[in-house]
């Protein structure tokens, strides 16, 4: 199992980087309008690209490791909860 997870992730790292390769050779301008101040300038397509690929993935990867955190907390709080319940009171 481990060994195609790697499998997989080689091939997916491959992937992303020949896209890379290719999405750097569009040189195609584009306007980009921001909200703020009415600021227009152009771009490459390929660095537009790049920005909210990299925005996307890091927003995701804060959530994501919100969530597990998060979960951890929980579990660590539940195993306190079931050590302090598990203990046995002596008889009297």
């Given at each position: 199992?481990?060994?195609?997870?790697?499998?997989?992730?080689?091939?997916?790292?491959?992937?992303?980087?020949?896209?890379?390769?290719?999405?750097?050779?569009?040189?195609h301008l584009v306007l980009v309008n921001y909200l703020i101040n009415d600021f227009?300038?152009?771009?490459?397509?390929?660095?537009?690209?790049?920005?909210?690929?990299?925005?996307?993935?890091l927003v995701s990867s804060v959530l994501?490791?919100?969530?597990?955190?998060?979960?951890?907390?929980?579990?660590?709080?539940?195993?306190?909860?079931?050590?302090?319940?598990?203990?046995?009171?002596?008889?009297?």
């Amino acid at each position: 199992m481990k060994v195609k997870g790697l499998v997989l992730l080689i091939f997916v790292l491959l992937v992303l980087i020949i896209a890379g390769v290719v999405g750097a050779q569009n040189s195609h301008l584009v306007l980009v309008n921001y909200l703020i101040n009415d600021f227009s300038q152009q771009v490459k397509m390929s660095y537009v690209l790049g920005i909210s690929f990299g925005l996307g993935f890091l927003v995701s990867s804060v959530l994501f490791l919100a969530y597990v955190f998060r979960l951890k907390w929980r579990i660590g709080s539940l195993e306190r909860k079931n050590k302090k319940l598990s203990q046995v009171v002596p008889p009297k």
